[in-house]
């Protein structure tokens, strides 16, 4: 078999009859659907259509292949060096990939001996690369194996032969996410070599772009020295269908941080069905700091606050039934505004801040401008009694009168002056609030799952 389906590889498309592309199709198994031609495909289906048993197998050849989303998944494209030999070949192809746990009786570095040399060397530089910075990689023993069923060995190792340096990118970030049991956006594609301690340049990018369109791919990663350059060539411009050029960093010698775009939107963010360890990690890894509050707003506070507004509601049980006013000064740490307001979910919320502060407020009012009425109130006070009369003036128009008993007071973000001005200048009968967390010493955002509030009524 292997001597007829070169010969058939070896012939264009239009010369191949519809017996000859069936015949090459099934030979290849489930390689015919990610590096024939589609022509080629089309012709494969068309001759064995007329068999019933093959009726239902065949609509898969009409329709591109899905690439794989589950954890452990990846892919890398490449340029195949066979093509001009083989003109039934894409020019460029695809290849589903997933990192896998070694089984014990396998020794290290036994990637699946289907996968091409140079894939697997390649395979073994990331696993060494990646294991620099994080060190779990070394303790799961992962191995690369092929996504794909009915993987030929024989036609594999012939037709996918090449130094695959263009697939340390994709294999890298691949690998990070398999250790973080996160998932791929299949949309979001990378090409780039890694060399000398950074991203290189690289081959064939016209070609991979064209691909990625093809596939439906909405981003693709290349190295930056590269980006403007195929942006220039008159070849292909970013977004003219769809696809957008980004930069893989060079100049870094770490190499999380040069993936570091490319990991944020290559992982799919878990859902709410995902464990709190998974959503606790993913939410710490989000480079993004209003990224990281939506979905902090998203896939946790909704857990936080249910499991909390029931404790408030014991210990004040008329905030079941009458919503609260709460007073709080503006948070510059991490969103502490979106996290009180989700638990308490007061009627009115009054915001105090200073110059200092007004920077925040946009973002304040995008956060939780939809949860409640907000006020604001500006502060120039310095010390602790001009504070005092400003905070004691700002409650008194803010309750308009209303019992104090209904004001809930969040002592939380501030300076230490302020908090204990503003707590000197609540009412009788109003309720302190603090929220502790444990905070995450990398991004200074709150553990999720780790809060804690604490509230209780000022009796004077």
Known sequence: MMSEWKDLLSKPPETLTDREAGRLALGLQGLSRWLLKPE??????????????WTEMLKPWRERPALPQDAGSCWVVTV???AEKYPALREAAVLPLRWQRRPADQPSGAHDPRLPEGLRR???RVLQQ?????PSVK????RLVPAIEQFPPGPAQELL???YESAFASLAAGLFLATWEGKPDPTVWATGAWADGGIQPIEGLPQKAALAIEWGAKVLFVPEQQQKELEKNGYFHAGAHGLHLLPLRAGTRKLRESLREYLDQLEVPPGPEASRKQRSAYFLRIPDDAKARQYYREYILPEVREAWRPAIHQQVPRFREEAPLLVSIVSKGFDLQALTVGVLQPQQC???YNEEMA???PMVEETIGEDCALKKHRFTGQTREELLQEFQNAIRDFLHRMSGDRLVVDLTPGQRIMNLALYDAMPTGSFALVCQAEMDKNTRRPKPFTEKFELWQVNR
């Open 40 to 53: 080629v495909l089309e012709k494969a289906a068309a001759y064995l259509a007329d068999d019933p048993i």
């Open 80 to 82: 195949l060096m066979n």
């Open 122 to 124: 390649i395979a073994d």
């Open 130 to 134: 990646v294991a620099e910075e994080e």
């Open 139 to 142: 303790e799961a023993n992962w």
């Open 161 to 163: 032969v090449g130094s």
């Open 350 to 352: 009054l915001l105090l």
């Open 359 to 361: 920077t925040e407020i």
